[in-house]
Structure formats: C-alpha cells, structure tokens
C-alpha cells in the first residue's frame, strides 16, 4: 500500500479526537468511529497514530480495523454504492442488480473505479426490505431495482 | 389536527421528507400552521404501500402519497373535510376503498403491543409520548413497588427474550439481582444481525422513549444505575432518536440522580457496533463494548455473575424491554392472557420477500403461518406459488406448504425444525432456489464467522465448498450425506450460538427439500432457474432469423453463425457454445423473436 503522509491538520485532528475520549484504550472503537466519520476509511497510518495516542500495540488497533466490517482500509469513491444483500432483497433478485453493477462499472465489490468516481461494496438489510431490492448511492435509497434500471441510476451520477 | 406522516427508513426512501416539506410549506402559505401540526414519526408497518400519510383525529391512512398529492390532501381534507378517495387504501378482495387502517387486512389480524406508539407519536417529542401513557411505568414501581415486586411482575407476566433464545425476562432479572453490588449494568442488544430484519431498528425510531424507560425499569429492579445500549452504527437515525429521546428524559428528571424524587439514580450511555453478527451474541456485545475484538466466550460466566467491566450485567433485546413498560401499567395477568400457553404476549416481524405486504407486523404468538402469509401478508407476490417461509435468519430453517397452520410461539418452531429467532421472516416462492438460500445464509455465517474456534470457521468453509459444488453441478449423493455429518459435528462442538446453529439452514432445507437437492446432483438442473452453473443457453433453429443482434451483445464471444437455413428465412441462424456461455442472459434480452431460452 502506498505511504500517505499524514498532514499536520489531520494529525491533530485524531490527536484531539483521541484525547476527547480520555486516550483510553477501552475507546478506541469510538476513537475510529470518529476517525472514519471524517476521513471514510482508515489507512495504515492513522491506526499507528491511534495506537500511539491510546498508548497500545498497532497489532491491536489493526485486530479491530480488521475484524468489524464497518471499519475500512481501502478509500470509497465519490458516489460510494452499496447493495443491499439482505435476505430479502437476496429472494428479489439483488444478486442480478450486483452483477449488471460489477459489469458497467468494470469493477468488483470492494474496489473504486479508475478515475475515483464510484465504489462498490455490499451491506445486509437497510431497513427498507418494502422497496426490495435496494442499492445506495451515498445517503439516497433507490428501491424496487432491476438490471435495467442500473444505466439510469448511474446517468444521474455522470 | 395532525399530520403524520412516516419517516421509516422505507417511506424516507421514497420522498417522504419531501411530503412533509410540502406539507408544512402549504399549511404555512394557507396560514394553517398554528392548527395543523405535521408530525415526523416512526414505520407504520405497511411499508409496500408507502410512503404513508395518516390524518388525525379522524384516523385516515393514505397510501402511496406522493409530494405532489399533498396539495390535494389539504385542500379536500384538511380544509373541506372530504377524504381524497383516491389515495386510500384499495381492497383488493372487494374493490372497495378503506380510510381506517383497523379493517385493512394487513392490520386486522395483529395486536400493537411492543409497536404500541410507533405511528402514532412524534419520536422526538417526550410530551406526545407522556400523553399515550409514557414513564407511567416507571412512575408506578418507584413509588409504589419494591424491587423484588418489580421481577415478580415481569416473571408472572411469561415474557421472554425476543432476542432469539426465549429465556423468561423476569427469572434473568432475578438472578442479576441476587448478585448485588455497587456496579452493575443494564445492557440493551439493539445490534439487530439477522439479514433481513428492522424490527428493533423501527421500534427505537419510531418509539425510543419505551426503551430507556423500560431499561430505567429494570435498573431499579436488578439494582443498577447504569445503562448501556449497543447499537449498530449502521443505524444513524436510530442513533439520533435515542439521543433526542435520553436527552429529554435527563430534562424531564427522569434519567439522572434522584429520579422524581425516589432517591433512586440511573443514566444512559450510547455504545457502538461496527458492523459484526457475532457480537450479537451476549458475551460479545460485552467485549466489543469494552474496546476489544467481539469475540464471544464460554459461559458460565454469564453475564449476570461477571459481564461488562466483569461486573453483574443484565442484556436484553430491544423488544424486550418495549414491553415491560406496558406489562406494568397494565398488569402482568393482561399480558399473560395474551399468547399461547407457554410463549406469551406478541412477536414483531419483518415481512418480507416475495408476498404482496411486505413491511413490519405484530401478531399474538400462537397465529399460524397461514394467517401471517395470507391475511396479513396478502398471499404471495403476482399470484405465484408458495415455497417456503424462512425463520430465525442464519440460525433458523425454511418451512414448507405442511407447516402453514404450525403456531407461531418458541417451541412450535423449533420442532418444526426452525426457530423464533429475533423476527425475520422471509417468504419465498417457486423463483427461489432452496440450495442456493442454503448457500446464501452459509456464505452470510462464514463471512460473519469470528474465526475462534474451529468447527465453526474450517466446519463451515467446508459445508460452503460442497454446497458451492452441488450448485455449480459437480455434487454427488456423498456430498449430501457429508453436509449431514459436518452439520452434525459443527452442532455440537461449536463455541458460540452462531456456530452452533449456523447448520439449520442447510439442515432444514435437506429435510424439507431433498428432492431439489438430489436434482441439482443427479439430473444437474435447478428448477427455479436460479443456479447459473446449471443452465444452459439455447437458440431455437427454426425461430432464429440470423439477424445476429444476439451475436453483438454477447461479452463472451459465445455466439456464432451456423451453416443452417429455417425454411421461410433468409440468414442462417445462430448458436450457442456452452462452454464460453457465462450465462449473462443478455441475448434473450435482445432476441426480438423469442428464438432463445433458458434450459
Ligand atoms: C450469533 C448470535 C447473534 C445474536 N444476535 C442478536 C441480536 O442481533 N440482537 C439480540 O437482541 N440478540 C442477539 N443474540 C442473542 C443474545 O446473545 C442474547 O441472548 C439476547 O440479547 C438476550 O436478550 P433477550 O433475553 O431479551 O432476548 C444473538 C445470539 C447469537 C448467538
Ligand atoms: S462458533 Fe464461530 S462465531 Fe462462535 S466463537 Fe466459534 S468461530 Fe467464533
Ligand atoms: S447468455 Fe450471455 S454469454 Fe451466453 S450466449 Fe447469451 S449473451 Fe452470450
Ligand atoms: S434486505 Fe435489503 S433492505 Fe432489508
Ligand atoms: S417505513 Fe413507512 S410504513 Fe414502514
């Protein structure tokens, strides 16, 4: 993975979010909530910087980056889509929806397009199993999804 | 006058906070504002006929509204008082239009106990939730019941954790009680896993004020002071509703110290999950909230001995405690004359999948499936036929035609070869695949897998691998009997519930569809079409004009001419070779002359 330099504004931001929660070990999930909250993903060398602060092994911050799905490594797109793989969208056909994605898109899930505009990854249930089966584009919820309805949705987005 | 209008996840998804932007924006210009207030609140439950807008006091239900319907609704209605006939709910048994959501099919047959509020308050206002009988409850056993009353109650009354396991609420609470000392917690598991399910999502939306009251509740009676809900970050408005909802109560003095002058102190904290199933499971949820992996561990210790910070804890689910504010209001005989015999009061489930009322359901336990699937549910989506309801999510099973009048309660279930689970509950028909759902939920529990113990991470990788084969058309009748016995051995030595009961799927499906099975492995054909592997790609000869749109759209170059001429056609037609064919389905899409089908 390629070395990012951590600017000055960023080092102090998750200096001070680390000290907000008292740089106590026991926080560091919130820690990295936050973090993500504003930067999207969590590369190398934010956790070393968040096992410095919180005074533990980085083995120990990259244990949970790792194990919780929510945490991610990789950096999102500027239209980040998710497709709702949960049960009830899996029986209405999501798998189809995912696959004509992956297809105009050229990429697979959890990678970015080339040029940074779109990311792919998949997520259970979003709570609007009426409209099955759903995609996100960012905060917006399209429901009711069909293959074809793939080209409209990105056109709105080019 | 009120407006409310849903601001569920599933209306939200639909413009439902354009509708209420209309509304207010149309209200303020007629200068109606003072008189009509338009209230946000949390899933009605009707989700398939949303985005929903109900008029109260006269308790009309609209369905499908659009922003663009809104001017209508406060013209006709709001002004002239004459319901907009158009948007109500259609019948479609009888044609008729119905304005009161009581004698709508989807509603008749359910019991609103746990939902109680949810559709009829504005979540973030403490006031509306006070008049419909809020922290009454809570009012009641600080002044006027002790502790131990407080268990006493919650046990007579017979619930049981809507969390999956069933374990009588009020005996957990007891035992956390005997463990007194000065640190003790109340955890509430809203980390909602099941795939598929929003029942304790839309019940924290839609009322969070009956959680933090019903954990305050319990505080008092297990002798803590302090609380702690686990919630998936996944859920952000949740997240917002509760935080609205423990900041009011705090300002109301009725979280915080000495609460309504008892003596007694208790407060909320808000923790949150980052996306795992397995910390779901209890012992968990308490690692992850202590900053650590979400691993589970073996109990004993249960967390009532040693949980949170190693000290006495008491989980509960959040349906869970959405009842006990009511079972003390009205009394634990009221809630123990609802139900079946030994599972008592409702459950709440998330309908959904191929039936025409999908949404959020709450029915007296002991209905049957029939009623579910068919009353309330509305039969099965495009009048296709019914193949399978699926219970419990990963941990449950799929139950067939024979299983429609089995009750709904903890034991029925379960003998049926399924459980009750957390309230998941997805209607299949004959496009489902019951190998490929077996897979599916399999490919759910490896990906979710904590990997600490074996049976469970190589156990299921394995079954994964074999049924993977089954539905690519490698399988053989061996490899039916080794999923049996990989699921028999994963049962038994597996560390936490998730490993445990991650077989069902697979073992239920064999059970009940064992011909499908020996289909995919014998005749190498999946009949619901669903199995990419196993199908194949053909062109009729005689159909085929040769106009070769079919050719251009095929990504895999599959397609080629034949040296064959239909009689009454000009080119010769065209042909399919199986073994560059990815099964993209984009020539049928482009055959105008139907000369292409899927075998
Ligand atoms: C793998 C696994 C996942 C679980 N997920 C949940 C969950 O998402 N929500 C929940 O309330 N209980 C879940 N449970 C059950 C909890 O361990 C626990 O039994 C429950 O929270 C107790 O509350 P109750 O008695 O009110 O049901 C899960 C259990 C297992 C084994
Ligand atoms: S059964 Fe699975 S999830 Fe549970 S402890 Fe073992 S590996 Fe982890
Ligand atoms: S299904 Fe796809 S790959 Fe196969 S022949 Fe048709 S277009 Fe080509
Ligand atoms: S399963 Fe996709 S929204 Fe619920
Ligand atoms: S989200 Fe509106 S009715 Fe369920």
């Given at each position: 993975m390629a070395v990012i330099k951590l600017s000055e504004a960023?080092?102090?931001?998750?200096?001070?979010?680390c000290k907000s929660y008292g740089n106590k070990p026991?926080?560091?999930?919130?820690?990295?909530?936050?973090?993500?909250?504003?930067?999207?993903?969590?590369?190398a060398e934010i956790q070393e910087l968040v096992a410095k602060e919180l005074g533990i092994p980085v083995s120990r911050v990259y244990g949970i980056v790792s194990f919780y799905s929510f945490f991610t490594m990789t950096p999102k797109g500027e239209y980040p889509i998710s497709v709702c793989l949960g049960t009830a969208c899996y029986v209405r056909g999501a798998e189809k929806v995912l696959d004509e994605l992956k297809r105009q898109l050229g990429i697979n899930v959890g990678e970015v397009t080339p040029d940074g505009k779109f990311s792919l990854t998949c997520l259970r249930c979003v709570g609007a199993c009426g409209l099955a089966p759903v995609i996100e584009v960012g905060d917006k919820v399209y429901g009711r999804m069909t293959p074809d309805r793939v080209k409209d949705v990105l056109a709105e987005y080019k | 006058m009120h407006v409310?209008?849903?601001?569920?996840?599933?209306?939200?998804?639909?413009?439902?906070?354009?509708?209420?932007?209309?509304?207010?924006?149309?209200?303020?210009a007629k200068g109606l504002q003072d008189e009509v207030q338009v209230v946000r609140t949390g899933c009605f439950g009707f989700c398939e006929k949303g985005p929903i807008v109900k008029i109260m006091?006269?308790?009309t239900f609209y369905t499908q509204v659009k922003p663009e319907d809104v001017e209508k609704i406060v013209n006709e209605h709001i002004i002239k008082g004459r319901k907009v006939t158009d948007l109500l709910y259609m019948d479609p048994e009888n044609k008729e239009h119905v304005a009161d959501s009581k004698h709508m099919g989807f509603y008749r047959k359910q019991l609103r106990i746990a939902l109680r509020n949810c559709g009829f308050i504005n979540p973030e206002n403490i006031d509306e939730c006070i008049s419909r009988g809020g922290y009454e409850a809570l009012g009641k056993v600080l002044s006027e019941m002790t502790p131990q009353q407080v268990v006493d109650e919650v046990t007579k009354s017979g619930l049981r954790g809507r969390g999956g396991a069933g374990f009588p609420t009020g005996v957990k609470w007891g035992l956390c009680a005997k463990n007194k000392c000065d640190e003790m917690y109340v955890i509430c598991n809203a980390d909602e896993g099941d795939p598929g399910a929003f029942m304790d999502r839309s019940i924290m939306e839609g009322d969070p004020h009956s959680i933090v009251e019903a954990m305050a509740i319990c505080g008092y009676a297990i002798g803590a002071t302090?609380?702690?809900?686990?919630?998936?970050?996944?859920y952000p408005l949740a997240i917002h509703r509760l935080q609205v909802a423990i900041a009011q109560a705090r300002e109301y003095g009725l979280l915080g110290k000495d609460i309504l002058g008892s003596g007694f102190d208790f407060d909320i904290e808000l923790r949150y999950g980052a996306g795992a199933f397995v910390c779901g499971e209890e012992t968990a949820l308490i690692h992850s909230m202590e900053g650590k992996r979400g691993e589970p561990t073996l109990k004993p210790p249960f967390p009532a001995v040693s949980g949170y910070m190693a000290k006495p804890s008491n989980v509960n689910n959040v349906e869970t405690f959405a009842n006990v504010p009511i079972i003390i209001t009205k009394g634990a005989d009221w809630f123990a004359s609802?139900?079946?015999?030994?599972?008592?009061?409702?459950?709440?489930?998330a309908l959904a999948g191929q039936i025409n009322n999908v949404g959020l359901i709450e029915v007296p336990m002991g209905t049957t499936l029939r009623d579910i699937i068919y009353e309330i549910g509305g039969g099965i989506k495009g009048g296709r036929k019914?193949?399978?309801?699926?219970t419990g999510g990963p941990s449950g099973g799929c139950l067939t035609e024979k299983h429609l009048d089995t009750p709904i309660d903890y034991e029925s279930l379960a003998a049926a070869g399924s459980m009750m689970g957390s309230g998941g509950m997805v209607v299949m028909d004959d496009t489902s695949c019951m190998v490929a759902i077996a897979k599916f939920y399999l490919e759910f529990t490896c990906e979710e897998s904590c990997g600490k113990c074996s049976p469970c991470r190589?156990?299921?990788?394995?079954?994964?691998?074999?049924?993977?084969?089954?539905?690519?058309?490698?399988g053989t009748m061996d490899d039916l009997q080794e999923l049996r016995n990989l699921a028999a051995v994963i049962k038994d030595t597996a560390l936490c519930g998730l490993g445990q009961t991650s077989p069902n799927p697979v073992l239920s499906t064999l059970d009940n569809f064992w011909d499908e099975y020996v289909e995919h492995v014998v005749d190498k054909k999946c009949r619901a079409g669903v199995c990419k592997k196993l199908m194949r790609y053909e062109i009729d000869k005689e159909k085929c004009i040769g106009c070769g749109a079919c050719k251009k759209n095929c990504p895999a170059e599959a397609i080629s001419k034949t040296d064959y001429i239909a009689p009454g056609h000009k080119l010769p037609s065209m042909t399919i070779d199986p073994s560059k064919c990815i099964k993209c389905g984009a020539c049928i899409s482009t055959c105008k002359f139907s000369a292409i089908s899927v075998k």
């Open positions: 960023k080092v102090n931001f998750i200096k001070d979010v026991g926080e560091v999930i919130n820690v990295l909530h936050k973090v993500q909250g504003e930067y999207g993903y969590l590369p | 409310l209008v849903c601001g569920g996840t599933g209306c939200q998804a639909s413009a439902s906070a354009q509708i209420i932007k209309n509304f207010e924006d149309i209200l303020a006091p006269d308790n302090h609380g702690l809900v686990y919630i998936r970050a996944e609802i139900g079946s015999e030994k599972s008592k009061g409702t459950k709440v489930f019914f193949k399978a309801v699926q190589i156990g299921n990788k394995r079954m994964l691998e074999i049924l993977t084969k089954i539905t690519e058309g490698r």
